[in-house]
């Protein structure tokens, strides 16, 4: 398992009656590979995960391992409104093929540092696998600062990563400060990437790259190589569809970008409806000027696969 590079969120494709359409699945998941992603996230917010069952959940990560066949690592995020079912879904993943776990603090309750911690060491403690954190206090209300990051990874050897998700690029050099390079930190909201990178980000679990992964892969490479001209070129026409990763339609917003590029459907399980009206036309416009528009030094993905 190695923590770096741009890992996509995978979104999760549905059938007219909102069954996981496991096919599409597959080929989006080798799609992502055969553009250069260097390992595949599943189960978490993109994926709809709050709306799907557990047997679904397991079921997802046999379609994922199964479509990945050893040639990118599989990252399943473990996420419950208790810690039994946190424990649960651990010891079921791993058993069903994943090869690493990203771990989300309970859902609803936002308990104190004690407590929060409890949750986090049941997982850590259930599986052998290597481990990311995610910090999302913005859409979990739950903050794991700088000095209790540290303290996990002091604790728990197979913590390896955080995704930081605060949207504050200064959390990035607040952890290496205190960790060093023992962690790895990935940026997980999109429009944070370059600033993530120049402050000492290695990686990127990213959202719009299920819909332009090549495009993705670019941005991070010329970022991370310091060729900071090209990369805000890049990043200068990419940041549009970016920032739709950062707002609470977010799913809605990076699911429709796929289907007006042919690369997913737009369809969402509820409570979430799809785009309509305003918000609808406002996407398509977005989607059909940066296709419009796009620089030199966006790499096109390759075409997606045909069922």
Not at 47 to 64: H, N, Y
Not at 125 to 134: K, Q
């Amino acid at each position: 398992m190695q923590w770096t590079g741009v890992m996509p969120a995978l979104t999760t494709a549905f059938n007219n009656d909102l069954t996981i359409d496991h096919r599409f699945v597959a080929r989006h998941a080798q799609w992502q590979i055969e553009n250069g992603v260097s390992g595949l996230i599943s189960l978490g917010s993109l994926s709809e995960a709050a709306t799907l069952t557990f047997d679904e959940k397991l079921a997802l990560v046999d379609t994922l391992a199964a479509a990945a066949d050893g040639r990118v690592p599989l990252v399943a995020t473990i996420s419950a409104l208790s810690t039994a079912e946190a424990v649960a879904l651990t010891k079921a993943v791993q058993a069903h093929g994943a090869q690493g776990l990203m771990i989300l603090p309970p859902y609803v309750y936002k308990g104190d540092w004690r407590e929060i911690k409890a949750h986090v060491a049941a997982v850590l403690e259930t599986s052998s696998l290597p481990a990311m954190l995610y910090n999302n206090p913005v859409a979990y209300g739950t903050d794991f600062l700088p000095e209790q990051i540290q303290e996990l990874a002091e604790d728990f050897p197979t913590l390896k990563a955080v995704k930081e998700s605060t949207t504050d690029v200064r959390r990035v050099t607040a952890i290496r400060a205190l960790v060093g390079s023992r962690l790895a930190i990935f940026v997980g909201v999109d429009d944070a990437i370059v600033e993530g990178i120049a402050a000492g980000a290695c990686g990127w679990v990213a959202g719009l790259v299920n819909a332009l992964p090549r495009e993705s892969i670019e941005l991070f490479n010329l970022a991370s190589s310091g060729k900071s001209q090209e990369a805000f070129e890049l990043y200068r026409w990419f940041l549009p569809l970016l920032r739709m990763d950062t707002v609470p339609k977010f799913i809605q917003l990076i699911k429709q970008v796929q289907q007006e590029l042919g690369t997913g459907c737009a369809r969402v399980r509820p409570p979430r409806l799809e785009l309509a009206g305003n918000e609808l036309e406002a996407t398509r416009a977005a989607v059909r000027h940066a296709i419009a528009s796009r620089p030199g030094a966006a790499q096109p993905s390759s075409a997606f696969p045909a069922a």
